[in-house]
């Protein structure tokens, strides 16, 4: 009697531990697990050390802007336009908050990048969902190209043509 052939067993990906040490910098194992699919495992790393800043430096610091803005990339990373956006926006009301200016090239480059964000979002009521927000936002920073606001207008009105999905 011939014996069954053994049941292929697929491979388990441990994730590394990564530590918040303020001696390590995680940057690398972000940026690896991201490149190679793990955005939940990145995510989750970047927010740990944004917990650790908040936790030790306080909102509104540069370290917890730093990973709020690193945890926005990563959205983008993992082709999720509708929360790269809210987070670049966050990004972007916290250094407002915190006192810098709205000229300042953080402050636009959050906005920009949330409006480019929000410009890739392929679901209509997701976009018409973060469209006041960054209306308000795009007014308060109305960055240094023309036309900003007014390309969200127009978005805006495009999506009014657009019916909700159930």
Same mark, same amino acid.
Not at 52 to 65: F, I, K, Q, V
Not at 86 to 102: D, K, P, T
């Given at each position: 009697?011939?014996?069954?052939?053994?049941?292929?067993?697929?491979?388990?990906?441990?994730?590394?531990?990564?530590?918040?040490?303020?001696?390590?910098?995680?940057?690398?194992?972000?940026l690896?697990?991201?490149?190679?699919?793990?955005?939940?495992?990145?995510?989750?790393?970047?927010?740990?050390?944004?917990?650790?800043?908040?936790?030790?430096?306080?909102?509104?610091?540069?370290?917890?802007l730093?990973?709020?803005?690193?945890?926005a990339?990563? &959205? %983008? $990373? !993992?082709?999720?336009?509708?929360?790269?956006? #809210?987070?670049?926006? *966050? /990004?972007?009301? &916290? %250094? $407002? !908050?915190?006192?810098?200016?709205?000229?300042? #090239?953080?402050?636009? *480059? /959050?906005?920009?990048?949330?409006?480019?964000?929000?410009?890739?979002?392929?679901?209509?009521?997701?976009?018409? /969902?973060?469209?006041?927000?960054?209306?308000?936002?795009?007014?308060?920073?109305?960055?240094?190209?023309?036309? /900003?606001?007014?390309?969200?207008?127009?978005?805006?009105?495009?999506?009014?043509?657009?019916?909700?999905?159930?």
């Amino acid at each position: 009697m011939a014996r069954p052939s053994p049941v292929p067993v697929p491979r388990q990906e441990v994730a590394p531990v990564v530590e918040a040490r303020p001696d390590a910098d995680p940057h690398p194992a972000i940026l690896a697990a991201a490149q190679s699919g793990r955005h939940g495992e990145a995510a989750a790393i970047a927010a740990m050390w944004e917990s650790t800043a908040l936790r030790t430096r306080g909102a509104g610091s540069p370290e917890a802007l730093h990973w709020l803005e690193v945890r926005a990339d990563l &959205a %983008r $990373l !993992a082709q999720d336009p509708g929360r790269s956006c #809210e987070l670049w926006m *966050a /990004a972007a009301s &916290a %250094r $407002l !908050a915190r006192g810098q200016a709205v000229d300042t #090239e953080d402050v636009e *480059a /959050a906005v920009d990048r949330a409006h480019h964000q929000w410009e890739q979002l392929g679901d209509p009521a997701q976009a018409r /969902a973060l469209a006041a927000s960054l209306t308000r936002l795009r007014r308060a920073v109305p960055g240094r190209r023309p036309g /900003a606001l007014e390309a969200i207008g127009r978005r805006i009105s495009a999506l009014e043509h657009v019916p909700a999905t159930p």
